[in-house]
Structures are given as structure tokens and as C-alpha cells.
């Protein structure tokens, strides 16, 4: 009984984590089946993603985490960012408000949407680069990345430690 016990208070502490980090993806999800439709696209399978999200959350001593990462290659017809913008912006749905729209050269731009979540703002960065664009979704603490910023390696060290 007591080894039943003990699976079962392992498997939840396992599944507890997941369950978050797969409800809370609804935004994302939605931004990346409307590019799938809009420009007739699939991303590119990203192998092992939640050890990226994994090795992003310990090395930034908790600063990003739940980072989800998708990789679009060949969609040159991608031509104007407010067009982009809309769509996003219509399918990530009212919580979501655009921060930033910077453009790098006459096609290569970047889009941030944000909103926040408990102690921590969700990030959603869209990168258009040469027919490239990639949609990178994470929860950022701004604490524990600014303390990770201003001391990399004792952040990386004391990654439990809350700043000071």
C-alpha cells in the first residue's frame, strides 16, 4: 500500500507541472495554427522541446520558463508586419496587448506580445527573418532574469536563491 502511495504522490508531482504547462498554451496554440492557415506552413519539429524549456529555466535561475518554440522555414509571402500583427493580435485573444514592433531592413521585422500572468509576464515574440518566422512563447519573472542579467554566473549557481 504504502509503495502504491508513493507512485501515486510521484506521478502527480510529475503530471502537476505538465498540466500547466500544456492549459496554459491555448494563446500560443492558436497563434500557430493561424500562421499554419494563413501561409500554408507546418513548422519545423523541434526535438526534445521541454528540455530547451527546461535548460532556459535553470540557467536563467528561474527567469524563463514554459518557453514553446515554433519554426516556420520557406514563407517568403510574409511581406507586411501590421498584417501579421492583426492576425496574431486576433487570435491570441483580449489578454494578450502588442508591446513592440521593430523592423530590421524592408522585410525583417519582430512583433512582442505580452501579458501578465501571477508574479510573472507571458511573452509571445514573432521573428520574421529572411522567410524565416519563428514564434517563441515563455513565462518571464523579471526579478529573477534581472538578477540573472546583471550576475550570470552567480545567478547560474544560486538558481534557487531568490534576488536581493
Same mark, same amino acid.
Given at each position: 500500500?504504502?509503495i502504491a502511495?508513493g507512485?501515486l504522490?510521484?506521478?502527480?508531482?510529475?503530471?502537476l507541472p =505538465?498540466?500547466?504547462? #500544456?492549459? %496554459?498554451?491555448?494563446g500560443?496554440?492558436?497563434?500557430?495554427?493561424?500562421?499554419?492557415?494563413?501561409?500554408?506552413?507546418?513548422?519545423? +519539429?523541434?526535438?526534445m522541446?521541454? #528540455?530547451?524549456?527546461l535548460?532556459?529555466?535553470v %540557467?536563467?535561475?528561474?527567469?524563463?520558463?514554459?518557453?514553446?518554440v515554433?519554426?516556420f522555414?520557406n514563407? +517568403?509571402?510574409?511581406?507586411?508586419?501590421?498584417?501579421l500583427?492583426?492576425?496574431? +493580435?486576433?487570435?491570441?485573444?483580449?489578454p494578450?496587448?502588442? @508591446?513592440? =514592433? %521593430?523592423?530590421?531592413?524592408?522585410?525583417? #521585422?519582430?512583433l512582442?506580445?505580452?501579458?501578465p500572468?501571477?508574479? %510573472?509576464?507571458?511573452?509571445?515574440?514573432?521573428?520574421y527573418?529572411?522567410?524565416?518566422?519563428? =514564434?517563441?512563447? @515563455?513565462?518571464?519573472?523579471?526579478?529573477? =532574469?534581472?538578477?540573472?542579467?546583471?550576475?550570470?554566473?552567480?545567478s547560474a549557481?544560486?538558481?534557487?536563491?531568490?534576488?536581493?
Amino acid at each position: 500500500m504504502k509503495i502504491a502511495a508513493g507512485t501515486l504522490l510521484v506521478a502527480l508531482a510529475a503530471i502537476l507541472p =505538465l498540466h500547466d504547462w #500544456f492549459a %496554459s498554451n491555448s494563446g500560443f496554440d492558436a497563434a500557430v495554427s493561424a500562421v499554419e492557415q494563413q501561409y500554408h506552413a507546418q513548422p519545423e +519539429s523541434i526535438p526534445m522541446q521541454w #528540455f530547451v524549456s527546461l535548460c532556459a529555466t535553470v %540557467s536563467t535561475g528561474g527567469g524563463v520558463r514554459n518557453m514553446r518554440v515554433a519554426d516556420f522555414d520557406n514563407i +517568403s509571402i510574409v511581406t507586411n508586419p501590421d498584417q501579421l500583427a492583426a492576425m496574431l +493580435s486576433a487570435h491570441l485573444g483580449q489578454p494578450w496587448h502588442r @508591446m513592440v =514592433l %521593430s523592423r530590421d531592413g524592408a522585410q525583417d #521585422f519582430n512583433l512582442i506580445y505580452v501579458h501578465p500572468q501571477g508574479r %510573472s509576464m507571458r511573452m509571445l515574440v514573432a521573428s520574421y527573418d529572411h522567410g524565416e518566422l519563428d =514564434l517563441v512563447r @515563455m513565462d518571464v519573472n523579471g526579478e529573477r =532574469l534581472a538578477h540573472f542579467v546583471q550576475n550570470p554566473a552567480r545567478s547560474a549557481a544560486h538558481h534557487n536563491t531568490i534576488p536581493d
